[in-house]
């Protein structure tokens, strides 16, 4: 399973920004797909999680309401959509996939990751 992370850019505060997240794995709609984030001197978090089908998504209180995950599977694909960005959104952004199909969608283990795409929010 190979993840490959885009989109990474400045962008001002209040500005949007959209991250991509291309598998390479023939059966990614069986994944569990989530996006983390770890900011300078600070632990990794995860910010978003959507299940399989792309019905279900659960979101960090800090992010609700400003960002949107989302799936294609016809193009194994999955985004991160980012809008009103605050200085403190600044981070590595991570997608990352889980085969587990119980638990809460952002505490479920995630096993395959992508390199990390750089999000600067400028103020």
């Known amino acids: 399973v190979q993840l490959q992370a885009s989109g990474e850019g400045l962008v001002q505060a209040g500005g949007s920004l959209r991250l991509s997240c291309a598998a390479s794995v023939r059966t990614f709609s069986t994944y569990t797909m989530g996006w983390f984030r770890q900011a300078p001197g600070k632990e990794r978090e995860i910010v978003a999680a959507i299940d399989r089908t792309g019905g279900v998504t659960s979101y960090a209180e800090s992010v609700k309401g400003r960002f949107t995950i989302s799936r294609d599977s016809a193009k194994n694909t999955g985004y991160l959509r980012m809008n009103s960005l605050k200085s403190e959104d600044t981070a590595v952004y991570y997608c990352?996939?889980?085969?587990?199909?119980?638990?809460?969608?952002?505490?479920?283990?995630?096993?395959?990751w992508g390199q990390g795409t750089l999000v600067t929010v400028s103020s």
């Open positions: 990352a996939l889980s085969t587990s199909w119980t638990g809460t969608l952002r505490d479920r283990p995630y096993a395959y």
